[in-house]
C-alpha cells in the first residue's frame, strides 16, 4: 500500500507538535503573527472540541470563509481533528453564488470574518441548512449589533473555543487517507460551483508532486487563499517536511520582493499573471541579490528564461487542476522546452483525444484525459452531483476539459481551456497564444482573450486590454505589431482597453464577467474601422 494513515493532517500535526514543538510553522506578514507547531496543535485540537461541541460529526462540512490569514490555516486544520470537512468560500462571493454553496455543503455551522458577514445576513432567509454563526476579529458590541430573523445563533469566536481541552479529540473512526479532507468548489463557469471532494491522499500527493524541491528547511512565501489548490498544496507540504510558512493576505507585486527578502523566503509560486506583473517591473542592480532560489510558474510565459537569470533563481512548472494533482511535472533542469509543462508523471496514463474520445495523433491537438494508477490521489467525485461526476470520467478516463499537444519526446503543452478555444470562419485559435503575442507589446500589462458571436457565423476575437500605468495606445499601432507576430486569422478584430480585468483571488481572469456584455460601447472593430488583414 503505497499510503498509510499517517499522511492525514490530524497525525502529521501531532508528530510535528511532538518531534518540533517550538519551531515557527507559520507567520502572517501583515501583522507578524505566528504559531509554533506546538501551538497550533492546541488551537486546532480546541476547534475540534468546540465543533463536537455543537454537534458536528465525523464526515460532515464546515464552512469557512475567512482572508489569507492564519485563520484560513487552522480553521482547515480544527475541522481534520475531528475528520470534518471544511468547505472554504471564495471571499469574493456574494449573492445567489454564496447562497449556492453555502446550501450545496449541507454545513449547519460557518466561520466567517466580520467583514463578510454582512453577505451572508442579506441571504440568511434563503439559507436552508446553517444553524450557527461563527464571528472572527469581531468586537463584543458589534456581535450584538447583528440582527438576524431566522433561527441562526451569531457567536463570538472566543465564545466558541473557550472552556474546552487543547488535548486530540476522541474519534470512534480512525481518519482514513482517503477521506475527504475538503471541498473545494470550482469556479462555476460553465453552470453552478461543483464541490471537488479533495482526498487526504489527493492532498498529500499534491504536497509529495508539486513541492518536491521545497524541504523543512525552506520558508515558502504564500499570497493564495484558502480555496484554492495552491495554498493547501504547499500547507500540507511543510505540515509534513516541518518547513515554515509566510502567508500574505493577497498578493502585492509592490510587496513581493520586500517580503521575500525580509522574511528571507526561499520558495514561492506565480500563477498566471502573477509572472508577467513582477517581469514587467523595472530592473534593478540587486534583483538577483535574493533569497528565493525555487519558484513554481503556472503556466510558464515565454521570458522564463530570462526571469531565472534576472533573478538568479530555478523555475519548476507542473500541469494541476483541483479534480487531480500534478500530472505531469518539469524540473528547474529539463528546462529546455520552455513553454512545456513537462512529462507526464510515473503513475499517471495520458491520451490526447477528440470529440469522440479517440486520440489524436501526435503534435496535433487534443482534449487531455487521465488515469492515475493509485487509488484517492484524484477527487472521490463531485459533491452531491453524480451526474457531473459521471460526465468527468466519461468512458472510465479523467475528462479535464484542457486542451493539449504532445511533441515526439512526450512533452505536453498547453493549448486552452476546451471552452475559451475560439472558433473563426474554420480557424481553431487558441485564447492563450493571441494573449501571449499581445502582451509583448510593450505598452501592454496583461489582457485576456474571448471570442463573441459573429454576424458570419461562430466567432470573432476580442481582446480586452491594460496599459502599463494606463498609457495610451492606439488600436490600429497594435495591429501593425501583432501583424508580423500571428496569422492574420488570429488577429482582434475587436478591442476594448479597461483600467483592471475582473479576477480571482489567484489573479486568474474571469472570462465569463467579460462575455456578458462584450460588444459595448467601448469596444473598438476593426472592420468598422476600414482596417483588413490577409
Known amino acids: 500500500m503505497r499510503f498509510s494513515n499517517d499522511i492525514v493532517i490530524r497525525n502529521l500535526l501531532e508528530k510535528q507538535a511532538d518531534q518540533n514543538p517550538d519551531k515557527v510553522y507559520m507567520q502572517q506578514v501583515e501583522d507578524g503573527g505566528s504559531f509554533t507547531f506546538k501551538a497550533l496543535y492546541e488551537l486546532t485540537n480546541k476547534i475540534g472540541h468546540g465543533l463536537q461541541v455543537v454537534g458536528v460529526k465525523q464526515g460532515e462540512t464546515v464552512l469557512t470563509m475567512v482572508p489569507i490569514r492564519l485563520e484560513s490555516v487552522y480553521l482547515w486544520f480544527g475541522c481534520s481533528t475531528i475528520g470534518a470537512i471544511e468547505v472554504p468560500v471564495n471571499i469574493a462571493y456574494k449573492g445567489n453564488m454564496l447562497s449556492?454553496?453555502?446550501?450545496?455543503?449541507?454545513?449547519?455551522?460557518?466561520?466567517?470574518?466580520?467583514?463578510?458577514?454582512?453577505?451572508?445576513?442579506?441571504?440568511?432567509?434563503?439559507?436552508?441548512?446553517?444553524?450557527?454563526?461563527?464571528?472572527?476579529?469581531?468586537?463584543?458590541?458589534?456581535?450584538?449589533?447583528?440582527?438576524?430573523?431566522?433561527?441562526?445563533?451569531?457567536r463570538s469566536w472566543e465564545s466558541f473555543i473557550e472552556n474546552v481541552p487543547n488535548t486530540q479529540p476522541e474519534m470512534e473512526t480512525p481518519i482514513a487517507y482517503s477521506d475527504a479532507a475538503c471541498l473545494l468548489y470550482t469556479s462555476g463557469t460553465t453552470g453552478p460551483s461543483k464541490g471537488v471532494i479533495w482526498t487526504y491522499a489527493q492532498g498529500y500527493e499534491n504536497a509529495c508532486a508539486g513541492a518536491s524541491y521545497l524541504d523543512g528547511n525552506d520558508t515558502f512565501y504564500s499570497p493564495f487563499p484558502s480555496n484554492h489548490i495552491s495554498q493547501k498544496l504547499f500547507v500540507y507540504r511543510f505540515l509534513d517536511t516541518g518547513g515554515k510558512l509566510v502567508i500574505r493576505n493577497g498578493f502585492s507585486v509592490r510587496s513581493f520582493w520586500r517580503d521575500i527578502r525580509k522574511y528571507q523566503c526561499t520558495g514561492s509560486g506565480l500563477l498566471g499573471a502573477m509572472a508577467d506583473f513582477i517581469y514587467k517591473q523595472p530592473e534593478s542592480p540587486d534583483d538577483a541579490d535574493n533569497p528565493l532560489r525555487a519558484i513554481f510558474l503556472v503556466p510558464l510565459i515565454k521570458e522564463v528564461n530570462e526571469i531565472r537569470k534576472r533573478f538568479n533563481l530555478k523555475v519548476y512548472t507542473f500541469f494541476n487542476m483541483?479534480?487531480?494533482?500534478?500530472?505531469?511535472?518539469?524540473?528547474?533542469?529539463?528546462?529546455?522546452?520552455?513553454?512545456?509543462?513537462?512529462?507526464?508523471?510515473?503513475?499517471?496514463?495520458?491520451?490526447?483525444?477528440?470529440?469522440?474520445?479517440?486520440?489524436?495523433?501526435?503534435?496535433?491537438?487534443g482534449e487531455l484525459i487521465l488515469r492515475p494508477q493509485e487509488p484517492w490521489v484524484f477527487m472521490r467525485g463531485y459533491w452531491r452531483n453524480p451526474g457531473k461526476t459521471a460526465e468527468t470520467w466519461q468512458n472510465l478516463w479523467m475528462h479535464t476539459g484542457d486542451v493539449f499537444y504532445k511533441d515526439e519526446e512526450g512533452h505536453f503543452y498547453y493549448v486552452d481551456r476546451k471552452k475559451d478555444a475560439i472558433r473563426r470562419r474554420g480557424e481553431n485559435i487558441s485564447s492563450m497564444e493571441v494573449e501571449r503575442e499581445i502582451i509583448a507589446h510593450p505598452t501592454v500589462l496583461e489582457c485576456a482573450v474571448i471570442g463573441v458571436p459573429s454576424e458570419y457565423g461562430e466567432e470573432e476575437v476580442k481582446a480586452v486590454i491594460v496599459t502599463m500605468n494606463g498609457q495610451d495606445l492606439q488600436p490600429k499601432d497594435l495591429i501593425e505589431f501583432l501583424k508580423e507576430r500571428m496569422p492574420y486569422f488570429m488577429i482582434p478584430r475587436f478591442i476594448e482597453f479597461v483600467k483592471t480585468l475582473p479576477k480571482t483571488p489567484t489573479l486568474k481572469v474571469q472570462k465569463t464577467s467579460l462575455r456578458e456584455n462584450a460588444l459595448n460601447q467601448e469596444t473598438w472593430d476593426r472592420e468598422k474601422a476600414g482596417i483588413k488583414v490577409k
Open 100 to 154: 449556492h454553496i453555502v446550501n450545496d455543503s449541507r454545513a449547519k455551522i460557518m466561520f466567517i470574518d466580520v467583514s463578510f458577514v454582512e453577505r451572508v445576513l442579506k441571504e440568511i432567509e434563503n439559507l436552508s441548512y446553517l444553524e450557527c454563526l461563527v464571528l472572527l476579529n469581531c468586537r463584543e458590541e458589534q456581535l450584538n449589533s447583528f440582527k438576524i430573523t431566522t433561527n441562526v445563533e451569531i
Open 322 to 365: 483541483t479534480e487531480i494533482c500534478p500530472v505531469t511535472f518539469m524540473s528547474d533542469e529539463e528546462l529546455n522546452k520552455n513553454q512545456s509543462c513537462g512529462l507526464i508523471r510515473e503513475g499517471f496514463e495520458a491520451r490526447l483525444v477528440d470529440d469522440d474520445d479517440q486520440e489524436v495523433p501526435t503534435g496535433k491537438v
